[in-house]
């Protein structure tokens, strides 16, 4: 479990930075969206509609995870 715990914080400490032509996205491992600026300007709105879509898209993901693990008797 602490094994489990730690990695966890070290995806949320490691940071990824993107910058495609004016767009710039600066997220952690774990997928959350900290910045979300186009020509240097903070866009809050696309910020959390891209962090809230991820998170729908994780659990999604889970979800049919869920599905396959049970079918296959894991």
Same mark, same amino acid.
């Given at each position: ?32 969206? &900290? ?19 991820? &998170?729908?898209?994780?659990?999604? %993901? ?8 049970? %079918?296959?008797?894991?």
């Amino acid at each position: 479990m602490k094994q489990m715990y730690d990695i966890q914080r070290e995806l949320a400490a490691q940071e990824i930075e993107m910058i495609v032509g004016n767009v710039r996205v600066l997220m952690t491992a774990n997928q959350e969206i &900290k910045k979300f600026e186009i020509d240097g300007v903070p866009n809050e709105d696309a910020r959390r509609a891209i962090g809230e879509a991820i &998170k729908k898209s994780q659990k999604v %993901a889970a979800e049919k995870m869920t599905v396959i693990s049970k %079918a296959m008797g894991m």
